[in-house]
């Protein structure tokens, strides 16, 4: 158990909808990380949040967006669905230990459009 | 911008063999490269890590090493055993980037008992 918890385990929604998916850190981990996992596009890195603001941005689309509150969960939104939309969405913490800083993944959200 | 190659795609091997998959990054300036064990259905796991300033780090029956003038970094897995079949990513990130990390496609390995 990596300690990061990822709510809810599956979602399934129809096209043009909007979704919510929802992540808690490790204890003391102040830096929530999303990552969506496709069969086509692999494993990407979508967007950071450190202690309640956006830290980096990578391939988020601009119906995705993300919020980390002042308890340190985070909330990724996603709206205007699309099938290709459909992936596993995964939230990570991490430590750091020394210069490296070590990424911890959630259990993951499996999302399907229908 | 950033890419990580990783090869084979697949891989079989048999049980008690070593396993070797092979990753080339594309940006100089990274410098941390994580390894990510994942089963089906379940969370990428850390399985080890290097970082540039190290060629080769060790730990039991799993050992990576860097080549950072080829900028290629490979994942050796000796004495496999079944429970060792998942699907591997290799991944890499600059410093103070170190959770942004950008992965390769995976490599699916079976080992056969």
């Known amino acids: 158990d990596s300690g990061v918890t990822q709510t809810p385990k599956h979602l399934i929604t129809a096209t043009g909808q909007r979704v919510t998916l929802r992540c808690s850190p490790r204890s003391g981990d102040l830096s929530v990380y999303w990552y969506q996992q496709s069969l086509d596009q692999g494993l990407q890195f979508l967007i950071q949040y450190y202690n309640g603001e956006e830290r980096a941005k990578g391939n988020i689309l601009e119906r995705f967006s993300a919020q980390q509150f002042p308890d340190l969960h985070s909330e990724l939104n996603l709206s205007s669905l699309e099938l290709g939309d459909s992936a596993l969405y995964f939230c990570?913490?991490?430590?750091?230990?020394?210069?490296?800083?070590?990424?911890?993944f959630g259990s993951g959200t499996q999302l399907s459009v229908l | 911008g950033e890419n990580v190659e990783q090869h084979p795609s697949t891989l079989s091997v048999q049980e008690g063999d070593s396993a070797v998959i092979k990753c080339t990054y594309s940006?100089?300036?990274?410098?941390?490269f994580p390894w990510y064990k994942q089963e089906l259905g379940k969370r990428p796991q850390l399985i080890i890590d290097i970082r540039s300033n190290v060629g080769e780090k060790k730990d039991q029956r799993i050992a990576v090493t860097l080549n950072k003038t080829a900028k290629h970094f490979s994942l050796h897995i000796t004495e496999t055993q079944p429970e060792d079949s998942a699907v591997y990513f290799c991944a890499a990130s600059k410093y103070n980037q170190g959770g942004k990390l950008i992965f390769g496609q995976g490599t699916e390995l079976s080992v056969k008992p």
């Open positions: 990570a913490s991490s430590i750091r230990q020394g210069r490296d800083e070590k990424l911890f």
């Open positions: 940006d100089s300036a990274s410098n941390y």
